[in-house]
């Protein structure tokens, strides 16, 4: 319990952090990122939405999370199809809920002091995940999917941490790399296998792995820039609450909420949820997708996982 206490502390006694400077960053790497985002790309003008279709599948078939059980080869491919678009609304969900974090948080800081080369960077930044949210929205809106309300919530530590802690702790940076190199990593794989989905989900996935780059730069930056002022002590607990967010967050994206497998035409959605989690398959094509994550935190020093 020793790690939430100091999460408690660490969410409740910082001032606003609104008030606190963020540490600088390197200002050639923030040049040289707001040069690339200069010549922005709005995914509203940029894909080809004509293009999507509900007869395709969304995700390849193999990671769609039932595929390693028996019972997959006896579904029809509609339901197939349609469970793979409803995972990967859940991912879109899951983007939409980090992405109003970063919006929140960056735009936050902006009241802080930092010099023109940042707040330029955290503004294309801002542009740039507010132009994924819509994105986002825009391509479930166009699915027409019944999506009822209330079926998807955010993780409750990752959600705790969202809403309060401040920019400039090293717990927030930790939180924002992984909550953007899991699905980077995800999205990568969905790209290599683009024959196997929608054109319009692979131009998504493609735009948005290019704008991602520039943001997990910016974030690993920030993240080196607080680690280096934090002693032993602090680190420890962190490395217990990253690893109950990385939990969190790898079962909220890799398992849909179980009203998905239900939306998608199959009953005991519960059911189908938990022998997606027990499926030695599927935790192995997490944990796949997860190993760049895992070898970028070894990097800082943290040892976590397996997850699932
Ligand atoms: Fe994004
Ligand atoms: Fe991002």
Request: charged residues 25%; contains cysteine; proline residues 6%.
């Amino acid at each position: 319990m020793t790690y939430l206490i100091a999460l408690e502390s660490e969410i409740i006694g910082h001032r606003p952090f609104h008030r606190r400077a963020m540490p600088p960053a390197a200002s050639s790497l923030l040049r040289h990122l707001s040069h690339n985002s200069t010549p922005y790309r709005d995914p509203l003008t940029s894909l080809d939405w004509d293009a999507l279709d509900t007869r395709d599948y969304w995700l390849p078939p193999q990671a769609v999370s039932i595929c390693g059980l028996p019972e997959f080869a006896t579904l029809n491919e509609a339901v197939k199809r349609r469970l793979s678009q409803y995972e990967f609304i859940n991912v879109m969900l899951c983007g939409l809920w980090l992405e109003r974090v970063f919006i929140v948080r960056l735009g936050n800081a902006l009241a802080g002091g930092m010099d023109a080369a940042e707040r330029s960077w955290l503004l294309h930044e801002i542009r740039e995940e507010a132009g994924h949210s819509l994105m986002f929205l825009r391509l479930i809106e166009t699915s027409a999917l019944p999506l009822p309300e209330r079926t998807w919530r955010g993780p409750w530590l990752a959600d705790a941490c969202a809403r309060r802690l401040p920019a400039t702790g090293p717990l927030f940076w930790l939180a924002a790399a992984i909550g953007e190199d899991i699905p980077d990593k995800f999205n990568r794989y969905v790209r290599q296998h683009g024959g196997e989905v929608n054109p319009v989900i692979h131009q998504a996935c493609t735009l948005h792995i290019v704008d991602e780059a520039r943001h997990i730069a910016y974030a690993r930056e920030q993240l080196e820039i607080h680690l280096a002022r934090t002693g032993t002590l602090r680190r420890r607990w962190l490395a217990a609450a990253l690893d109950l967010l990385l939990r969190q967050f790898a079962l909220r994206f890799y398992f849909p909420p179980a009203e998905f497998y239900e939306l998608a035409g199959l009953t005991r959605g519960m059911w189908w949820r938990r022998a997606a989690r027990a499926d030695p398959q599927r935790r192995e094509f997490v944990r796949e997708r997860m190993a760049p994550t895992v070898r970028m935190l070894g990097q800082y020093g943290f040892r976590v996982g397996p997850f699932v």
